[in-house]
């Protein structure tokens, strides 16, 4: 239930009990069936929030300015000053574990100070000494020593840090993956924050964004990570891990009220829409490859994890779907379906491009459709919204489809737009009746 | 967690804050103080890096040396390279190995990576110095400088690094025989 509707409901229960509509124990029980609702204290939300991008820009102001280059200093004393701020955060970091504990915005600003001056300490010595570029080990070396901040302070930032910088670390190995694999154990270090946080319900805001964080980590991880020994295999991998998102997001978490809480079925819903999208078009059958090239020579284990990958995430995706169809939540088996409807991409399209091209178009074609009538019949803006979104970017990609030709392109158009005058005319003739 | 755990812990993981730079540190200075001093040609280009300033991307030449009779080089494998002075006084590699050399008096071997074989019997190596940091407007001029002498037939710019035991610290870079930093403050007079 979202909780800006329990406190309204809150709010009338008194008049509701001096009007008499309602008797004090049924008032009573309403309230002992909702539970108390925490108001989320904007206040402090905003302190840590000014506290965290106070301490980034300071962090980052450091760093700029030794990246200037102060030649003037000698090499001994510029490594005591590549020290010097590291020094000091730690000394920051230290007094607010022991002395002010119970700050939130104290432990987040301060460890996220600290996490930027380690990175600056690392850089401010690659500069002195003429440190050759070696970008993934100053990164590794960064991350791995600000990750256990997110459990010794108890604070977020160092761990979103750490999960973009082993992300660009992967990504500097996305053509050798047998570096880049290394970015799963990686993850699964601060997976346990990840867990803590969503145990927390006093900041929930916590667990929103990290979960953002770590969609994106997953869904760059799995890019940098696939092997490109099979060919085509981004096919399922990325629409079977769009939709296990969807439904990871779709379950039910206390205290969720909105939907910018269900980070995951964010990441997972704009997945399967962008995969369904690009699957009309002809490019991705053409050839079934997307820059598959590796540094790995081609052997049979090189499609391995790729192979566990699909069959997981595939699989998963069927198990996720199952109960929605049971439950028959057509809206979201729609969306459950697209890993199914890319393995048969997958399997056809190389030989019958137009026909899987034809099917993904009547898929986008039908969900955004349902979407708008659902959204319609339920009155929810935001649904009709999505689905008239998802139908104008299927048109406007289709009438500057130069593949196919103006006949057919002109009758589809009048065709969709017939159907649209009818459905309009319906819908209306339907309301009518209800007035 | 409790208070004498986070303690214990937080200690530790401050030691290795400090320890690692400290290390790193540790490291290029001794290379600068016992290490041997090498001469290489290079020129200089002038880039940036959002973390650690602006530095000349410095192209190093004498990345060539003859590979030993049988022996394969994959690109990217690390490698020692054998160092000497030639009669110009800078250095040259006399040969390539993949173990570490140990018998060599003053440890005159380098580590660098494969970047290309050839037919004609060479490895092509990458140093691993490519940059040399430079305060912030003198890294442009720097490079300008370079250009300014390079045009004159002779190619006068040469890194000077320190080689101790595989591992190679830069000195300076030299224009003309003088240090960039101080040829640049005699320009801007």
Known sequence: MNKKMVLWLYQELPALVGKGVLTQASSDSLRAHYGEVKAVDRRSFVVILCAIIGSLLIGLGIILLFAHNWEQFSRPTRAG????????????????????????????????????????????????YNIPNDTPAFILTWMLLILPLAYLMEASIPAVMYVFGISAWAGQFWRDPSWSILFWPLLALVVPHFIWSLKQEKYA???????????????SGVGFTRCRGWEGSWVVIYSSLATVFYFLGSWEFHGISTNWQRPFARVGAFGVFVMMF??????????????????????????????????????????MTYPYIQRRDWVRVQWGALPLFALFGYTFGGSSEGLVMLIFNLYVLFISIYRIMAGIKANDLGITNTGMFMLSALVLARFFDSNLDFIFKGLVFIAVGIGFLLTNIMVMRKKGGAA | MKKPIIAGVFAVLIMLQIAIPVSMIAKREVTLKYGAAFKFKTAPVDPYDAFRGRYVALSMEQGKAPALPGLVMQYGEKVYAVLSVDETGFAKVTGVTRTKPDDIPGGAFLEARVAYTKEDGYVYLDWPMDRYYMEESAAPRAEALYWQHSTSKQRDAQVVVRVLDGFAVIEGLYIDGRRIEAVLKEKAK
């Not at chain 1, 701020?85 to 432990?107: E, G, I, R, T």
């Not at chain 1, 002809?282 to 069959?311: E, I, N, Q, R, Y």
């Open chain 1, 81 to 128: 000053l590549s020290l010097l701020p590291l020094v000091m955060a730690q000394a920051l970091a230290l007094w607010v574990v022991f002395k002010k504990p119970d700050s939130l915005a104290l432990k987040e600003s301060s460890a996220t100070f600290l996490s930027l001056m380690v990175g600056s300490s690392l850089a401010l010595i690659g500069q002195t």
């Open chain 1, 278 to 319: 690009l699957f009309t078009f002809d490019s991705p059958w053409h050839s079934l490859s997307f820059h598959d090239v590796t540094t790995l020579k081609p052997s049979a284990w090189v499609v391995v994890p790729d192979v566990v990958l699909a069959g997981l995430l595939f699989t998963g995706s069927l198990l």
């Open chain 1, 205 to 219: 805001i916590r667990s929103t964004i990290l979960a953002f964080v770590m969609a994106i980590g997953i869904c």
